[in-house]
């Protein structure tokens, strides 16, 4: 619901579009799973859109888009900058072919009055935050201004502004630039567009310990994100290898660091955080612990049980959870998103049932090495929830001890099938990620096999799968770099992405390699287009080179 405040216009102007979808001439209003229209390229009866829309209509026009696009807002969101700087984006992105004056425009006859001239966008709510399950719904009404029509322009009605920027998103995929005319044309119009996701949480996983991603290159990522929808950047900063980012209370950290080149300060978190937000995308970050930290000692080797044996952290002393605790703290400073991820899996607790000092400990407590990992779990997440976080843990933790983790745990599967459904049925949400699937780093991984993997996995009570609150694939850095991240990281990541937006039945249906295939290489092509290195859909593994010449909407 808008809030009080909110003045009456948003809702009139919802009522002028659901008016317009009635007026106009309809193939009928499809689920995304009944066929449609297409969009800018293809043939029969699919929909070049990615991911698809939940419910659409089309028509048989093609609508000419003017280059000087006007943005006209209303509503109580509509005049955000969020918006504003959204439209100037995608229509550099619609028009990057119109831009440049040419001399042969003089000799070509030009479009003297276009169909569509403005876009209009309409948010009903100011209110921007961005946490967990925010509205991301939107209508969109694309039609032309003939006598007939109410208005003559494009329309995107949204509640919140990031239902707006999913609405953006799919115009400009329906805009396609027409070689021969030269002008950007919206083929098989009208197009009416009712359309939320499945999920609220549709994550990639960035991996920025094994190798260093410089802040453009991520904020390319997120841009990249945006195109498929995909809302939540797993932001996977420290591991054992290094530890880059800047933490003002203890400065000895990121001497972890690979290099002293290859840090990140709190000015460029703060600055990946909002620019992610400007794309209506979380950033959850991610400590590893107890495991996965050997790089936290390069700065204070106390936390290290021994010179020799440097992980699990130091279960024994104080000092070690302080330093959890004041690391937390800067970084909530930074990442005001509700979950924050803590690890917890692969623990190896030799380190501490061989380390004198620690195998002591572990005795005056009566602790085996196991109870010292359970421990350090549930303290690292009491302290968490102290700075109103919910916590993520990798599965592990689960599986080794479901009954002490806090209730308000989020399990992260990935080892394989199974859990989720284990994990709602004790009452804990979920995140799908199954390694088999949706590790991005497997090459030998087929785009349908993470098209047709299901983060519901069989569950069938309504009241569990609302608990399984998405899934994320994992782009894991041991063997990708920026010379090949983008390239590991789509078109496959775009497969789970539909999965994640679109309903079911249009995923779950036919014939993937008609339904999905198609489609699939044309958005492959637009992330091309929009200069994403996105890797040939149907290469037998992944990120590899073409096979030989050929276009790029068949490879």
Not at 214 to 222: A, C, M, Q, Y
């Amino acid at each position: 619901m808008p809030p009080p405040d909110s003045p009456p216009r948003p809702v009139l102007g919802l009522l002028v579009v659901l008016l317009l979808a009635l007026l106009l001439p309809r193939q009928g209003l499809a689920s995304a799973a009944g066929g449609g229209g297409g969009g800018g390229g293809g043939g029969g009866e699919l929909a070049y859109l990615w991911p698809l829309p939940a419910e659409y209509t089309t028509g048989g026009d093609s609508l000419s888009v003017d280059p000087a696009l006007a943005l006209v807002v209303g509503g109580g969101g509509g005049g955000s900058r969020i918006v504003k700087d959204a439209f100037d984006r995608y229509k550099s992105i619609i028009f990057q072919h119109t831009g440049v004056f040419s001399i042969f425009n003089a000799f070509r006859k030009r479009a003297s009055r276009y169909d569509i001239g403005r876009l209009r966008i309409v948010v009903s709510s100011r209110n921007e935050e961005l946490q967990l399950g925010v509205d991301e719904s939107y209508t969109l009404l694309v039609t032309k201004s003939d006598g007939k029509s109410i208005i003559g322009e494009a329309t995107i009605q949204a509640n919140t502004v990031y239902g707006a920027l999913r609405g953006l998103e799919t115009f400009s995929q329906l805009c396609t630039f027409d070689y021969s005319t030269k002008s950007v044309l919206v083929h098989k119009a009208p197009w009416y567009i009712r359309d939320e996701p499945r999920f609220a949480y549709r994550g990639l996983l960035l991996d920025t310990s094994r190798h260093y991603y410089p802040i453009d290159v991520i904020k390319h990522v997120l841009d990249s994100m945006s195109f498929a929808k995909l809302n939540v950047l797993h932001w996977h900063i420290i591991d054992e290898q290094s530890f880059p980012l800047e933490v003002p209370t203890y400065p000895k950290l990121w001497q972890g660091a690979y290099t002293k080149w290859e840090r990140y300060t709190v000015e460029d978190a703060y600055e990946i955080v909002n620019f992610a937000k400007s794309r209506g995308i979380h950033v959850m970050a991610e400590v590893d612990v107890p495991g996965h930290a050997e790089s936290w000692g390069k700065g204070y080797p106390e936390l290290w049980p021994s010179s020799s044996c440097r992980e699990p952290l130091d279960v024994s002393q104080s000092s070690t959870f302080d330093l959890i605790s004041g690391l937390l703290s800067d970084m909530r400073k930074i990442f005001p998103f509700e979950l924050f991820h803590l690890g917890g899996d692969e623990v190896n607790t030799d380190c501490w049932t061989s380390t004198p000092h620690v195998k002591q400990w572990l005795q005056n407590h009566n602790m085996t090495g196991k109870d010292a990992y359970k421990y350090f779990v549930v303290r690292a997440q009491e302290i968490a929830i102290s700075k109103n976080w919910t916590p993520v843990n990798w599965e592990e933790t689960f599986n080794a001890f479901p009954q002490s983790l806090s209730p308000k745990t989020i399990v992260h599967n990935w080892l394989g099938s199974g859990v989720c459904p284990k994990a709602v049925a004790k009452g804990f949400k979920c995140i799908f990620s199954n390694q088999g699937f949706w590790y991005l780093p497997y090459l030998d991984v087929r785009w349908d096999q993470v098209y047709t993997a299901e983060p519901l996995e069989g569950i069938s009570d309504a009241s569990k799968q609302k608990l399984v609150i998405g899934g994320e694939v994992c782009m894991w850095g041991e063997t990708a770099d920026i010379s090949n991240v983008q390239q590991t990281i789509w078109p496959r990541a775009a497969a789970a992405a539909e999965r994640l937006w679109s309903r079911r039945d249009a995923t779950s249906t036919g014939d993937v390699n008609k339904t999905a295939l198609p489609r699939l290489h044309y958005f492959r092509c637009l992330l091309n287009g929009r200069g994403v290195q996105a890797a040939p859909v149907t290469n037998q593994y992944a990120r590899s080179q073409p096979e030989g010449p050929g276009s790029c909407y068949d490879q």
